[in-house]
């Protein structure tokens, strides 16, 4: 007997992935954190001058080069990355999972949905 995949099933599986998501960027801005503060905790702060964020924070390769250099605000960057990120991948399976359920209607909005999120993420125009 062939079981169908059911709309609580997906539900089931969003679920999952969001709450995966959330815990996996909690995790790496942990372990950031860790690391910053070991490289960083002694250090006298001088609120004289605005420092900003580092420029290497500002692009995925320098995030990327951060992490592989063990850089504490890299991999803090990719935990905040990753949380911005789930709720991207949540539009995705929603899309899968009105594939599989053949509407092609609401197949249609999501993809127009994560259309639009992706192109103001990467633009940075929000409409």
């Given at each position: 007997?062939?079981?169908?995949?059911?709309?609580t099933?997906?539900?089931?599986?969003?679920?999952?992935?969001?709450?995966?998501?959330?815990?996996?960027?909690?995790?790496?801005?942990?372990?950031?954190?860790?690391?910053?503060?070991?490289r960083?905790?002694?250090?006298?702060?001088?609120?004289?001058?605005?420092?900003g964020?580092?420029?290497?924070v500002?692009?995925?390769?320098?995030?990327?080069?951060?992490?592989?250099?063990?850089?504490?605000?890299?991999i803090?960057q990719?935990?905040?990355?990753?949380l911005?990120?789930?709720?991207?991948?949540?539009?995705?399976?929603?899309a899968?999972?009105?594939?599989?359920?053949?509407?092609?209607?609401?197949?249609?909005?999501?993809?127009?949905?994560?259309?639009?999120?992706?192109?103001?993420?990467?633009?940075?125009?929000?409409?």
């Open positions: 007997m062939i079981q169908r995949f059911k709309d099933d997906m539900q089931a599986v969003i679920g999952w992935v969001l709450r995966a998501g959330v815990f996996i960027s909690m995790i790496v801005v942990f372990i950031g954190g860790v690391i910053y503060l070991y960083h905790g002694h250090d006298i702060p001088d609120y004289h001058e605005f420092k964020v580092p420029a290497f500002h692009s995925a390769s320098g995030i990327i080069h951060g992490i592989f250099t063990g850089r504490g605000r890299a803090i990719a935990g905040i990355v990753l911005i990120a789930t709720p991207i991948v949540r539009v995705a399976f929603s899968v999972g009105f594939i599989i359920e053949k509407d092609t209607l609401y197949t249609c909005i999501t993809f127009i949905v994560l259309l639009i999120i992706l192109i103001s993420a990467f633009t940075g125009y929000a409409g």
